[in-house]
């Protein structure tokens, strides 16, 4: 029998929605994991979308190291996986309590990590805007929130959204993988 996790939503005003439960791919459970393995449409090595901390926790068998606490009453915050230089989690939590009920929201990957994962087609942290629009011609471009720079979302077939940040309007300093809300959020958990 293969495990279960919950479908997680997130409403405009930050709250969690979970909804109906859907099947671990099977290939996430038997790649070997490292700070530069690939990012798929449902996450990141042990770190699925919508799936518990605990469950990635486990899954993992190594410790993550809490990087971010935001300040929303202990409902959200980021953990790496392999220190400093690698792809970071956000967790949401639907209430206070155990961080290990937390869910995992988004993954994110910037153009300082020195393990930057592929995201999707090729493409890193560091792709051109020729690169991803090629990749992604469907891309929906949107202005950057505090700079000349643009974001490209693309919204995958598992309704997950990839989120390409320009800051320069060049070159994507970040990629973010979540679930759709939850990948487009611009000051971290806000």
Same mark, same amino acid.
């Given at each position: 029998?293969?495990?279960?996790?919950?479908?997680?939503g997130v409403?405009?005003?930050?709250?969690?929605?979970?909804?109906?439960?859907?099947?671990?791919?099977?290939?996430?459970?038997?790649?070997?994991?490292?700070?530069? +393995?690939?990012?798929? /449409?449902?996450?990141?090595?042990?770190?699925?979308?919508?799936?518990?901390?605990?469950?990635?926790?486990?899954?993992?068998?190594?410790?993550?190291?809490?990087?971010?606490?935001?300040d929303f009453?202990?409902?959200?915050?980021?953990?790496?996986?392999?220190?400093?230089?690698?792809? +970071?989690?956000?967790?949401?939590?639907?209430?206070?309590?155990?961080?290990?009920?937390?869910?995992?929201?988004?993954?994110?990957?910037?153009?300082?990590?020195? *393990?930057?994962?592929?995201?999707?087609?090729?493409?890193?942290a560091g792709?051109?805007?020729?690169?991803?629009?090629?990749?992604?011609?469907?891309?929906?471009? /949107?202005?950057?929130?505090? +700079?000349?720079? #643009?974001?490209?979302?693309?919204?995958?077939?598992?309704?997950?959204?990839?989120?390409?940040?320009?800051?320069?309007?060049?070159?994507? *300093?970040? #990629?973010?993988?979540?679930? *759709?809300?939850?990948?487009?959020?611009?000051?971290?958990?806000?």
């Amino acid at each position: 029998m293969r495990p279960i996790r919950a479908c997680v939503g997130v409403l405009s005003a930050g709250l969690l929605v979970i909804g109906s439960a859907t099947p671990v791919p099977a290939s996430a459970k038997a790649t070997p994991f490292g700070a530069a +393995t690939p990012f798929d /449409s449902s996450g990141w090595g042990p770190f699925r979308l919508g799936e518990s901390l605990r469950s990635a926790k486990s899954a993992f068998g190594g410790k993550l190291e809490q990087v971010a606490y935001d300040d929303f009453d202990g409902q959200c915050w980021y953990v790496k996986p392999f220190g400093d230089d690698s792809p +970071t989690v956000m967790i949401q939590s639907p209430k206070k309590g155990n961080p290990d009920d937390g869910i995992v929201m988004r993954i994110e990957s910037d153009s300082d990590d020195t *393990n930057r994962p592929v995201a999707a087609k090729g493409l890193r942290a560091g792709a051109t805007k020729a690169a991803i629009k090629k990749a992604f011609p469907k891309a929906k471009q /949107s202005p950057h929130e505090y +700079t000349d720079g #643009i974001y490209l979302d693309v919204t995958l077939k598992s309704k997950r959204v990839i989120r390409f940040e320009l800051g320069d309007a060049k070159v994507a *300093n970040q #990629i973010f993988l979540g679930v *759709n809300g939850a990948a487009q959020l611009v000051e971290g958990c806000a």
